[in-house]
């Protein structure tokens, strides 16, 4: 759980850094745009993959229970997960969802998170899903109030609906199984 709870730190400290725009800006000053960004790059793709590693290890270690989910939460969990597909596809496709929401990607990772925790009762997913939940409502707290703007629904709009709604049905298909291992329907 060591390699964990560091590539945790590591991810989501390197996450959380951006959002102080005095220190994130005196850096990226002194080192210059993109080598900063690239700095930042490395830095979070070394604490994702330590993240990834450090949970498949605790996994094959043998899971520590805290509690038995019932099973009636993995029907939410599983409904949870559209809007989440949606507003990541939000993120990226300009129109009212995403003036809506303001920040869909955070929204992605709040509601994720959420929903990941309601069907894992182990220890190492509560670490797991529970950072990245307290790190995406740190960072929509520290954005602060932005102002609303009423968007039409447009194409954007479309795409974030159908590409969510596709992703969404790929992971129950197999795709989260493929990827990370685990049947959505357990």
Known sequence: MTLLIL??????????FVRFRGPRDQMATKLGAQPYRGVFSLISLAGFVLLIYGY????AAGMIPVWNPPMFLSHISLLLML?????LVAAY?????????????????????????????????????GSFFAWALF??????????????????D???IGGGAAVWIAFIAGLHK????????G
């Open 7 to 16: 590539g945790l730190i590591i991810f989501l400290g390197s996450h959380a």
């Open 56 to 59: 498949g290890q605790y996994r």
């Open 83 to 87: 809007p989440v597909m949606i507003f």
């Open 93 to 129: 496709s300009p129109g009212k969802i995403k003036a809506a929401v303001v920040h869909p990607m955070l929204a992605a990772v709040k509601i994720w998170a959420l929903a990941h925790l309601l069907v894992n009762g182990d220890l190492g997913s509560i670490l797991l899903f």
């Open 139 to 156: 960072a929509r707290i520290r954005l602060g109030k932005a102002e609303r703007v009423s968007v039409p629904m447009g194409t954007g």
């Open 158 to 160: 479309w795409i974030a």
């Open 178 to 185: 493929m990827l990370i291992g685990v049947s959505v329907f």
